[in-house]
């Protein structure tokens, strides 16, 4: 990976998240979240490391959305570690269901 900024055993990076869309304009879109691995508790920290990762991020945009999703969020993602940016751009139905729960567990950017 070439990422010499460890913590825990796994990467320190900051993750923000922006969404859009949605079915008229629901409240879980136009809301943005941040947060940096190192402040979670340890296994939190863990799991949002390795799904936040961006070749585990790449691999999920490397699928398509299936096709008939009228009105869904968009997830605007970026993921900086010490590699750099890495910016990706998720419809919902291509995120699992327990990487939307670790979204929404992360707090509101202020």
Do not use: W
């Not at 585990?56 to 699928?63: D, N, P, Q, S, T």
């Not at 959305?65 to 869904?72: K, S, Y």
């Amino acid at each position: 990976m070439g990422c010499g900024l460890t913590v825990a055993g796994c990467l320190a990076m900051m993750i923000e998240i922006s969404t859009s869309g949605g079915f008229g304009g629901l409240q879980a879109a136009g809301m943005t979240k941040l947060a940096t691995v190192e402040d979670l508790p340890q296994p939190e920290h863990d799991r949002i490391c390795a799904a936040f990762a961006p070749s585990a991020l790449a691999e999920i945009a490397g699928k398509a959305p299936p096709a008939g999703r009228a009105d869904t969020i968009t997830y605007d993602i970026t993921v900086t570690d010490d590699s750099g940016a890495h910016h990706f751009k998720l419809d919902e139905t291509q995120i699992p269901p327990t990487m939307l729960d670790m979204i929404d567990a992360l707090p509101r950017k202020r």
